[in-house]
């Protein structure tokens, strides 16, 4: 059979990496120098060398409760074997509305709808086609206009890189959608460097959205998305009052405030929710990642009170047979759904976000006890997640934090990066000892790397 060895393992050689296009990767790179993951379990993968890794990083910020865990897996097998699938256009099974029903139960504030979809980026998509359908079928279809943020991340759909603000994520995508506007981004150097949780200075930038409303006429404009903790750019926590700006400029010129929280979602903060953990709600909240624990590709917009009823209106006064037309062929996958609730069981069960709660001061001391260390100019920390922003190295950018990446691979530790930031963002069950190891592995890759 085709890539595999003698022995019959996986051979990783470059004929048998090249036919896969790998995401967001260096793949000239990867394929000379793969790092290969085959099995998982709790806080380690294992690596195709058979060594134990351990996973700094939720995978990809997703796998929040820890790996291959028996309730998830069982769910999915059984739920496979009894219904693979059914539609959900014109059609239900239960699964899905019961998820919809404890999702907005985990909200305090008046979230009463759910639409699934697959992912993030569609998760992004579909919030903002919803705002825009919501502002029409309210007679006001002149709102057209979406804000979002620069060094924003709302995945790879037109929609979401459009909002986006990661330039290399744009620059190569042609015109993407008209009517966009950014607000700046929150970080500054000068003014932030090496804050612990919410930076102090910033919170004025929120009313650049006043500039952007004197522009283009409130009256234009649908909605405004941003991550409450900008994640993929590089970890950037919002600064105190920021968000109860955003939203207060959103009330008083009737602009949804969609928060984008597919990592911030389920636990990372230590609550339910960045809305929670925050207490500044939004009208919509996307997520997905640790909706499902990773395990089934899930995403979801949770809606609050007034946007569905609106729809639903809509639909009334027109005689519509369809109130908005937009979905997917998986949106609410039974297995997915089976996953997602097994899921939330476990979060629920174990407490997995009051932990993350609670180890969050330990994770923040030891990230921040590595301040002096060789590249480091920053440290950066909310919740569970922590960065590290290394000096980038001259005239190579990135260079510097992938060769960190590689040596902490190379010493059985998985980091994310985000130019020239080590991202760590362990599953919630991790304990203060593996947090150590993950800084002192951190600190031995850098004093190794140039
Ligand atoms: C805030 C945010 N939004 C959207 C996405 C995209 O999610 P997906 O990769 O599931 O499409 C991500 C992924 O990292 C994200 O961090």
Redesign the pocket.
């Known amino acids: 059979m085709d890539g595999l060895n003698s022995s019959g393992g996986f051979d990783a050689s470059p004929n048998n990496l090249e036919s896969f296009w790998m995401p967001y990767t260096w793949n000239r790179e990867f394929k000379k120098n793969p790092l290969l993951l085959t099995a998982a379990k709790d806080m380690h993968y294992t690596s195709l060398d058979g060594r134990q890794i351990l996973d700094g990083s939720a995978g ?2 997703c796998v929040n409760a820890g790996h291959s865990r028996e309730r998830i897996v069982k769910a999915v097998q059984e739920q496979v074997a009894k219904l693979d699938f059914a539609p959900t256009f014109q059609f239900g099974h239960p699964l899905a509305f019961e998820l919809a029903s404890r999702l907005t139960n985990m909200l305090s504030g008046e979230f009463d709808h759910v639409f699934f979809c697959n ?6 998509d579909s919030a903002l086609k919803m705002a825009l359908a919501y502002h029409r079928a309210r007679g006001q279809g002149e709102r057209t206009r979406l804000i979002g943020r620069e060094r924003g ?4 759909g037109f929609g ?1 890189i459009s909002v986006g603000g990661i330039v290399k994520n744009r620059n190569f995508f042609g015109s993407l959608l008209n009517g966009v506007d950014h607000l700046p981004h929150t970080y500054s150097h000068a003014e932030q460097a090496y804050s612990r949780g919410l930076p102090e200075w910033g919170a004025h930038l929120a009313e650049d959205l006043e500039r952007i409303c004197a522009l283009h006429d409130p009256a234009t404009i649908a909605a405004v998305i941003v ?1 409450p903790m900008a ?2 750019t590089g970890v950037l926590p919002p600064p105190k009052g920021y968000l109860e700006k955003l939203r207060a400029i959103c009330d008083k010129h009737g602009i949804l405030l969609i928060y ?4 911030t979602g389920f636990g990372r903060l230590g609550d339910s929710f960045a809305t929670e953990y925050f207490g500044v709600e939004p009208d919509m909240i ?1 997520c ?2 640790g909706l499902t624990n990773g395990t089934i ?1 899930m ?1 979801a917009v949770i809606c609050r009170k007034g946007i569905y009823e609106t729809m639903m209106d809509y639909g009334e006064e027109t005689g519509a047979t369809i109130e908005l037309f937009h979905g997917y062929t998986y949106s609410g996958h039974p297995v997915a759904a089976a996953a997602a609730l097994a899921t939330l069981e476990v979060y629920r069960e174990e407490g997995l976000f009051e932990r993350a709660r609670e180890l969050s001061p330990y994770l923040e001391n030891t990230a921040h006890a590595l301040k002096g260390s060789k590249h480091i100019i920053d440290i950066r920390n909310l919740g569970l997640v922590a960065a590290i922003e290394l000096e980038p190295r001259p005239g190579a950018p990135t260079k510097r934090a992938y060769d960190v990446y590689r040596h902490c691979f190379e010493k059985g530790l998985l980091i994310r990066i985000a130019g020239d930031t080590l991202a760590v963002s362990p599953p919630l069950i991790v304990t203060k000892e593996q947090i150590d190891q993950i800084f002192e592995t951190i600190k031995e890759a850098l004093e190794a790397t140039d």
Do not use: M, R
């Open positions: 990809l910020w992912s993030g980026s569609e998760a992004a991340y709302h995945g790879s979401g991550e994640g993929s984008d929280e597919v990592i996307t997905a990642k590709p995403g």
